[in-house]
């Protein structure tokens, strides 16, 4: 039984720790949210043998008293959970909570580092409240669209420039690790998994008895998954619809709101604006059917930052949109997009490796990142060959440099024309993350003399190692599109650098563009 003492004898516990115990503190709001901080922790742990301290706010989190971590808290919703964090010390926390430092949760002056771990891959500025994130150092991205995104709010607002992490998404690894543990599917009956977002206009609310009622009536089954938001605020609802579908064999309501193994089992979903919509169609490659309800918006001023929502372009990309006061044309679709399926299967894997930073391999990608941060050194792997290690790496290294594709085009030209007033403040950290990235896969820029090689430590915009640095950058690009982009912006560079005067290294940069270019060029 929970006891509202224990929250704060457990501040009491974290107080009492040494600094060199707090180096790495992760913040979980609930067991739900286990998902995407596990695939890291097991990553640090694997990998580097590294001790943290797991916070949680639920005295049911299955990670509460897990081995590992080493040690692991329960501090409640409360005042207690208030306090800790004021009175918070560590080197770097990881949690998956927006609006640090807005209200009740405030940044610790005692805390070096603060990183946001994404549990939604949709929109990061329709979806949430206006500056959900500007309080964190860095952001672990899903994909492209979040560090987009968030490059854009940071200049229409003048942020400083976090650290945009290609990071991708846990759920979806899970998903695609499980894709194969799916029960034996009923011949000629479909399994529609009805998993809608949360607010109050949502697919629940506005037709889900209609939209229930038109499946069980085609002879499909059926399995309502309410958000965990919808079973707290609106359970009276939630009951409704059970009661009155509840005595069709065909009707299952899943509570599981930790688990994806219904998310299996399903041949399609339906959904309105939830991100679980992209995580089923990435993480198992089957088609999402939205039912298109009011768009779910947390930020009446979205479309001033001139990025579209994901959640909102990529729908039919993904699936069918059918219309909310058309409930009966959902069986229509239904059986449209399942008549497609391997069709679908192809059109959602080249949107995956489009939009989704390190499909499969997250929990290695956000355990380097704070590694990184820490100073961890991994320890070897028996029968890790260095060469896919390497490999990884650089995929890590092509994403950056398509996500910062802007910034290192503008860094190009102001370091090789010496027009520091062109360079943003955005761009300095991406370049510093970029390098980075070059400096841990060490086998990209191995092949270099020392003066080609990436300064260890930031150096003087003046310095000949910059340009070197950009080259490499785009030597390490690929596949070859990529190339071509930034070697055509290299030579463009190349020009006005010498029309600036600046000669020295102007000769090499061009050979070694030219020649990569002719070689790739399609």
């Given at each position: 039984m929970f006891n509202w003492l224990d929250p704060w004898r457990d501040f009491h516990r974290l107080r009492k720790l040494s600094r060199r115990e707090r180096r790495l503190v992760v913040y979980c709001e609930g067991r739900e949210y286990d998902v995407f901080f596990a695939p890291i922790l097991a990553a640090l742990t694997d990998r580097y043998r590294f001790d943290y301290l797991f916070v949680t706010s639920d005295s049911g989190d299955p990670l509460l008293g897990a081995q590992p971590p080493r040690r692991s808290f329960c501090i409640g919703h409360g005042t207690a959970r208030t306090a800790w964090f004021q009175t918070l010390a560590a080197d770097l926390v990881l949690m998956s909570t927006p609006d640090l430092n807005r209200f009740h949760l405030k940044r610790s002056p005692a805390v070096g580092h603060y990183a946001y771990l994404h549990h939604s891959l949709v929109s990061t500025h329709m979806a949430y409240r206006p500056g959900a994130f500007d309080n964190y150092d860095s952001i672990l991205?899903?994909?492209?669209?979040?560090?987009?995104?968030?490059?854009?709010?940071?200049?229409?607002?003048?942020?400083r420039a976090k650290q945009l992490v290609p990071h991708g998404y846990g759920p979806i690894d899970a998903l695609m690790a499980s894709a194969e543990e799916r029960r034996t599917p009923v011949p000629d009956q479909p399994t529609v998994l009805v998993a809608p977002s949360w607010g109050q206009a949502g697919l629940i609310q506005s037709c889900g008895a209609a939209v229930c009622s038109a499946l069980l009536q085609a002879g499909m089954r059926v399995v309502l998954r309410p958000h965990p938001r919808t079973l707290q605020t609106q359970r009276a609802l939630v009951d409704e619809l059970t009661a009155r579908f509840g005595a069709d064999d065909n009707f299952a309501l899943d509570l599981g709101v930790a688990s994806h193994e219904i998310y299996r089992d399903a041949d399609i979903m339906i959904s309105d604006w939830s991100g679980a919509a992209f995580e089923f169609a990435f993480g198992l490659l089957r088609p999402v059917l939205f039912v298109d309800v009011p768009r779910k918006v947390n930020n009446p001023h979205y479309a001033s930052l001139d990025c579209e929502?994901?959640?909102?372009?990529?729908?039919?990309?993904?699936?069918?949109?059918?219309?909310?006061?058309?409930?009966?044309?959902v069986v229509a679709a239904v059986e449209r997009?399942?008549?497609?399926?391997?069709?679908?299967?192809?059109?959602?894997?080249?949107?995956?490796?489009?939009?989704?930073?390190?499909?499969?391999?997250?929990?290695?990608?956000?355990a380097e990142f704070i590694a990184g941060k820490l100073g961890l050194v991994a320890r070897a792997h028996r029968g890790s060959g260095g060469a896919a290690s390497d490999r990884s790496l650089d995929k890590r290294v092509i994403e950056l440099l398509v996500a910062e594709r802007g910034a290192v085009e503008r860094i190009l030209i102001a370091l090789l024309t010496r027009q520091v007033g062109k360079w943003r403040k955005a761009d300095w950290a991406a370049l510093h993350q970029l390098a980075h990235q070059v400096e841990v896969t060490k086998r990209v820029h191995s092949t270099y003399d020392e003066a080609w090689r990436v300064p260890a430590a930031p150096t003087p915009l003046d310095s000949d190692a910059w340009p070197a640095l950009v080259l490499v950058f785009l030597i390490a690009a690929e596949p070859a599109g990529v190339q071509c982009k930034f070697l055509s912006a290299a030579l463009r560079a190349l020009d006005c650098m010498e029309a600036n005067g600046v000669k020295k290294f102007s000769r090499e940069l061009r050979v070694r563009c030219q020649e990569l270019l002719e070689r790739i060029a399609p």
């Open positions: 991205c899903v994909g492209p669209h979040h560090v987009t995104e968030s490059r854009a709010w940071e200049a229409q607002h003048n942020l929502p994901l959640e909102v372009f990529l729908r039919t990309e993904v699936g069918e949109v059918v219309p909310a006061d058309a409930p009966t044309a997009l399942l008549g497609h399926a391997e069709r679908w299967r192809e059109r959602l894997a080249a949107q995956r490796r489009q939009w989704i930073f390190n499909a499969g391999t997250s929990g290695v990608a956000g």
